[in-house]
């Protein structure tokens, strides 16, 4: 069973990591292409809890968490898409010219704080069942997250390796 589901993780992350990434905005994923990689990360979670009915009944919030995370994380590539976009049409030297350093500090700090609120929200709406899963449950949660953080985490460098091309 864990092996199956780190082989749809692998699947899953690699393949919305690399699309993600994609430098040109006609290859950057749709609305529609976003929900289908949240639907199919939060079946993924749930599937591999395997939660009882009673446990069920605190999975509503956590889904909803993760939906408004992913839609957030969605707005703000789309913005930062549309900054990098009109920078594109500038040269590089009036690029840098014309940056503002306290301006993106500003819409830095904005970003993190999103984030940052909507993992509040997300470790909040885990807690009550978190506290109700077997320590196989657990075990498989601590798997699936261990397994996903070190995708992402090649996914990255592999995106920095190509960038550095």
């Known amino acids: 069973m864990l092996k199956t589901l780190a082989a749809a993780a692998t699947a899953l992350f690699l393949s919305s990591a690399t699309l993600a990434y994609a430098q040109s905005p006609s290859d950057r994923l749709s609305e529609a292409d976003w929900n289908a990689i949240t639907d199919l990360r939060i079946a993924l979670v749930k599937g591999a809890l395997q939660l009882t009915p009673e446990q069920a ?28 976009g009109r920078a594109s049409n500038e040269s590089t030297m009036d690029a840098l010219r014309n940056r503002d350093p306290v301006d993106f500090l500003h819409r830095r700090a904005a970003a993190l704080a999103q984030r940052s609120a909507d993992l509040n929200k997300l470790a909040d709406a885990w807690q ?38």
């Open 57 to 84: 009944q605190y999975w509503p919030a956590i889904e909803d968490a993760i939906r408004n995370r992913a839609k957030n994380r969605q707005a703000r590539l789309a913005q930062a898409a549309e900054t990098v």
């Open 128 to 165: 009550p069942l978190y506290k109700t899963l077997s320590p196989e449950q657990k075990q498989r949660m601590a798997g699936l997250a261990i397994f996903v953080i070190r995708e992402l985490r090649n996914a990255a460098e592999e995106r920095r390796m190509q960038s550095a091309y």
